[in-house]
């Protein structure tokens, strides 16, 4: 099966502190999606990235399409508490998922 | 929010017995698909449909099988459960060529 790697598995960090976390491959892909999972219910779709190189922000969340296309970061900068919850990578053109970095944010 | 309902939200059954699972989607979407969430494995693929009467295996498909009659209902069914099979189930939809899924609430199942 398909080799994808998500990184860190959880973090807890304070409020206010930014956060980073990736997904690597050893295969390319031509799409990465990012999804957030509150807890007690379904992904939400955060940000599609469908270029290689590609940089994409949506307020403080910022996602880029690595150039290799075998990889993919998440960044969220000035962390809440309502950012608690899972990250999922997906390179959806094999309709597979990273395994999910947690996070939690301490007040 | 994409209109997508799963049904039922929870429920608890026994070892040998067959349960369904229903998605229920108001977006007319052509691609339906079936999760099965376990911690440590994140989100694994087991079915998913491509229209109607079309469908495909994933990842996990041992021991499901699906069914889509309609646009709108895609079925999981566990013919015998097992207590392999305990776990959160999502069911996602998608639409035209994009790969951006919408996921409905989950359904817990507890097989004892």
């Known amino acids: ?13 304070q409020e206010g502190e930014d956060v980073s976390m990736n997904c690597t ?17 379904g992904p939400v779709l955060l940000i599609a990235l469908y270029k290689a190189g590609e940089l994409t922000s949506n307020g403080r969340l910022t996602a880029q399409f690595g150039i290799t296309r ?10 809440i508490p309502s950012d608690v919850g899972i990250y999922f990578c997906a390179p959806n053109s094999k309709l597979i998922f990273g395994q999910g970095t947690t996070l939690q944010v301490k007040p | 929010d994409a209109g997508i309902t799963q049904s039922p939200r929870h429920k608890v059954t026994e070892t040998g017995t067959p349960v369904t699972l229903r998605c229920h989607q108001t977006e007319n979407h052509r691609y339906m698909y079936w999760y099965r969430q376990d911690p440590g494995h994140g989100l694994r693929l087991i079915h998913y449909s491509y229209g ?31 207590s392999s099979q305990t776990s959160v189930y999502f069911c996602a939809i998608s639409g035209g060529y994009s790969y951006e899924q919408y996921f409905g609430p989950g359904t817990r199942l507890t097989v004892t």
Do not use: C, H
Request: proline share 3%; glycine share 6%.
């Open chain 1, 1 to 13: 099966g398909q080799q994808l790697n998500q990184s860190p598995q959880s973090m807890f960090i």
């Open chain 1, 25 to 41: 491959s050893s295969s390319i892909f031509n799409t990465w999606l990012w999804y957030k999972q509150d807890p007690g219910e």
């Open chain 1, 70 to 79: 075998k990889d993919s970061f998440l960044n969220i900068s000035a962390s």
């Open chain 2, 52 to 82: 109607v009467k079309d469908t495909d295996k994933g990842e996990v498909s041992d021991g499901y099988s699906v069914s889509r009659s309609k646009t709108e209902d895609f079925l999981l069914t566990l013919e015998s459960a097992t």
